[in-house]
């Protein structure tokens, strides 16, 4: 198994591609912790994979993500209870799809507190823990909106592309140190925000992905679980594109 005896966070674990994740890791041995924005939903995503598999090794929390001080609690608690945390996930994200002259500060400002902000508090409440252990991993993910912007809801493609950069320099600075720093850019996913969409809408752009379907999340949570596993000991600082070529 890719990761066995690995002891991983993910954020926005509890439906979608971050759900998808922590059964991919699990699958692949890990201990992984995931992260709900709130107890009721991280709670019953770890009984819906408990239910799955009972040998799972898998626990939720829900700090708040946006407050550095909130996050560093709960993840020392992590490290304490684990030894240490070898893999952090940063995937819980938002976007609020508005045109730019209703796009208010506040969603502004939510989208940036979680996509971004938070990366950052994740990333900083982990960091110390893995210099000492001699190295780790962290994963961010971004959007292949990061790479070409999109038409409206400012603020979203506004913080993949700074979380790009971030990736790429955090990976520079963390190197030294044996810590790899990567992210995935996934491209249309089949999570709830795309089931409801209408067969008019969606056969359209299935047709316009070279690959011709939306990507399914697995097909993300598997570049991740590459990502995160030593097959991956030489790759840092790469936004990893994992969207069908949906690239325009
Ligand atoms: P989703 O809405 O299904 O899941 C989002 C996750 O984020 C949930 O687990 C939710 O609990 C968590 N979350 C939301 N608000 C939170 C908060 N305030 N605090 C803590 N957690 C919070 O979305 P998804 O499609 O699975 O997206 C996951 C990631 O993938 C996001 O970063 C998103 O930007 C990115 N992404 C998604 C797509 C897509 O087509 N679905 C494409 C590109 C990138």
Not at 59 to 88: C, H, M, Q, W
Not at 147 to 173: H, M
Not at 186 to 213: A, C, F
Request: hydrophobic share 40%; with cysteine; glycine share 10%.
């Amino acid at each position: 198994m890719l990761l066995e005896n690995k002891v991983a966070v993910v954020t926005g674990g509890t439906r979608g591609i971050g759900y998808a994740i922590v059964k991919e890791f699990l699958k692949e041995g890990a201990a992984v912790v995931l992260c709900g924005s709130k107890p009721e939903t991280a709670e019953k995503a770890v009984s819906s994979l408990k239910n799955e598999n009972d040998r799972w090794k898998v626990s939720g929390i829900s700090p708040d993500l946006t407050n550095y001080e909130s996050t560093k609690a709960a993840f020392d608690k992590i490290a304490s209870e684990f030894g240490r945390i070898d893999v952090l996930v940063n995937n819980a994200g938002v976007s609020a799809r508005e045109p730019f002259t209703s796009y208010t500060q506040e969603m502004f400002s939510k989208v940036i507190d979680l996509n971004l902000t938070a990366v950052y508090n994740c990333s900083r409440a982990v960091v110390d823990g893995m210099k000492e252990k001699g190295g780790g991993v962290i994963l961010n993910t971004s959007s292949m909106v990061g790479t070409y912007g999109q038409p409206s809801g400012i603020a979203y493609p506004t913080s993949k592309f700074a979380v790009n950069g971030f990736t790429l320099s955090l990976a520079r600075e963390l190197g030294p140190f044996g810590i790899r720093v990567n992210a995935v850019a996934p491209g249309v996913t089949n999570t709830d925000m795309v089931k409801v969409l209408p067969k008019e809408v969606i056969e359209p752009l299935k047709q316009s992905i070279p690959l011709r379907r939306v990507g399914e999340p697995e097909d993300i949570a598997n570049a991740f679980v590459f990502l995160a596993s030593e097959k991956a000991s030489y790759i840092s600082g790469v936004v990893l594109h994992v969207d069908g070529l949906a690239r325009t």
